[in-house]
């Protein structure tokens, strides 16, 4: 409240009774976000929801003791500011604090979800110290446990092979490639599930995959750890499944919509094999029972210029499955990579699929510095929808 005027309110629903006679666990009962911002605020209690005020947060944080907060309990009653006590026995204590978001965190490889891709995974089945990769998943929450169907799909033949792992509240695991689909490239999708193999909201999984492979330009080997991207489902309802199918909507609707375009920031020149930059890019299938993504993509990339002009210049890859491409090895024009990007300078690209549907990706360099990272989202598809078989859970 703003004086005796309402500014924003946060509702927080249960459906059935909670009740917690140790500890109020620390699950937000109340979320403002900005105006722009469409997500949910947070994960909240089990068989809750939590609907987020809107308001304006830059002009709260910037006259704070101009606000205050009003807080009003269905059953309970409310003592000294910031602070209630809930019925039962014994009572419970709780901290009521407010938590302020930006948008930026809106879509990301820093924000939890309940559908993540791992945009890159790869091992030699001869060599597995030459080439793997070690995927890391964890539950972040401190209540719920989580059943999680994870897809890794083939980037040869879009082939998934899935397998089920179950964590306890706030667990982590990890594999490697090897061990489970050795001498394979491609993606890993992550979705969490109920016991009977229907998708759910569980805005909690994080996690990142840890890849090793060689560097020709090194001689050797490099390692990059790529965190995965993070997919909010927006509503609190499980998906339905329809004769053993469940559609996940990515549409800002049911889930947080894919990104139609994509940049790879700070490509350095790749004059002399200093460096060695590869760019990675798919389109998720949409059947993950198997299938595949044809589409082209349009690639622009900018120089680093003088003055004030900065040069571009365009070309087109294909897409079936998942792509890899050297950046030296683009067919660019008017310019070339070699001219673009000349000794000493650095550049940026883009990548847009020519429908306007989902791309991810990542890119990896070896040289001067060895590192990577995933593609940036820049634009979003306004809807993209993914199928996957609903079975029930397996115990690995």
């Known amino acids: 409240m703003r004086g005796d005027k309402y500014v924003s309110t946060s509702r927080l629903t249960f459906a059935t ?27 909240p209690f089990p068989n809750a929801t939590l609907e987020p005020g809107r308001t304006d947060l830059t002009r709260i944080s910037l006259d704070p003791s101009a606000f205050r907060l009003l807080w009003s309990l269905s059953a309970g009653v409310m003592a000294t500011p910031g602070r ?24 990301g490889d820093q924000k939890p979800g309940s559908v993540l891709f791992f945009s890159r995974y790869t091992s030699s089945a001869s060599n597995p110290a030459r080439e793997d990769t070690q995927i890391n998943l964890t539950n972040s929450s401190p209540v719920s446990a989580a059943y999680v169907r994870i897809f890794l799909v083939n980037g040869s033949s879009c082939s998934p092979l899935s397998l089920d792992v179950s964590l306890n509240p706030q667990q982590a695991i990890s594999f490697l490639a090897s061990d489970v689909d050795p001498g394979v490239k491609g993606y890993v999708v992550a979705v969490a599930i109920n016991q009977q193999g229907q998708p759910v909201q569980l805005n909690s999984l994080i996690g990142n995959a840890i890849v090793r492979q060689p560097a020709t330009n090194l001689g050797g080997t490099f390692t990059t750890l790529i965190s995965a991207m993070g997919f909010a489902r927006r509503l609190g ?14 549409d800002d609707v049911n889930y947080d919509r894919l990104p139609s375009q994509v940049s790879f920031d700070s490509v350095s020149s790749q004059a002399s094999a ?61 310019i070339s990579v070699a001219q673009l990007l000349p000794a000493g300078t650095a550049g940026w690209v883009s990548v847009t699929p020519t429908d306007s549907l989902p791309v991810l990706g990542v890119y990896l360099n070896s040289g001067s510095f060895n590192g990577g990272g995933n593609a940036r989202p820049i634009f979003f598809s306004n809807e993209y929808r993914m199928t996957i078989p609903v079975t029930p859970f397996v115990v690995q």
């Open 274 to 334: 200093i460096n060695l930059t590869s760019l990675s890019v798919f389109r998720p299938i949409r059947d993950l029972r198997g299938g595949s993504s044809v589409v082209p993509m349009q690639v622009t990339a900018w120089g680093q210029g003088t003055g004030s002009t900065t040069p571009t210049s365009g070309g087109t890859i294909s897409n079936a499955c998942y792509t890899d491409v050297a950046v030296g090895s683009l067919r660019l024009t008017p």
């Open 17 to 43: 009774e909670y009740k917690n006679e140790l500890v109020f666990p620390a699950m937000p009962i109340a979320s403002f976000v900005p105006p722009e911002m469409t997500s949910g605020g947070g994960q």
């Open 237 to 250: 309802t499980d998906v339905p499944n329809v004769n053993g199918l469940a559609e996940l909507i990515f």
């Open 84 to 107: 209630a006590v809930l019925t039962g026995a014994p009572n419970a204590f709780v901290d009521l604090v407010l938590s302020m978001v930006t948008s930026s965190l809106m879509v």
